[in-house]
């Protein structure tokens, strides 16, 4: 698989999956996810299980020729091997990401704007 980006969806099947492949959030920073980088990269899987949990965050998934309601589990945040990936099949929209990365930040800890 060629190069990805912070934002794109790809299709990988994971250890545990029976093979069966799935979407997966890139979250890793552009700067590393250059092909000369190290053979991993940092993804969030999909579910189509809605759960009012903060850091289940909603995004709409292309599925054929209609959109599905998915929602990233950043709390699953993993590392994958490139050689899982398949292929880019969509990229999620700005204000999608952003909702990612405050759900990430908050689950984490890195920022307490309050403290």
Not at 4 to 13: H, N, P, W
Not at 44 to 67: I, M, N, W
């Amino acid at each position: 698989m060629g190069g990805v980006s912070r934002g794109d969806v790809v299709l990988a099947a994971m250890a545990g999956d029976y093979g069966k492949p799935r979407p997966w959030l890139v979250v890793q920073a552009d700067q590393h996810n250059r092909t000369d980088r190290p053979d991993s990269i940092l993804v969030c899987p999909f579910t189509s299980h809605q759960e009012d949990l903060a850091y289940r965050v909603a995004v709409k998934l292309p599925y054929g020729s209609a959109e599905r309601a998915s929602w990233v589990m950043v709390d699953k945040l993993m590392a994958m091997k490139r050689e899982r990936i398949r292929s880019v099949i969509a990229r999620v929209s700005h204000l999608e990401l952003m909702a990612v990365e405050v759900a990430m930040v908050d689950l984490l800890g890195l920022w307490a704007p309050n403290e």
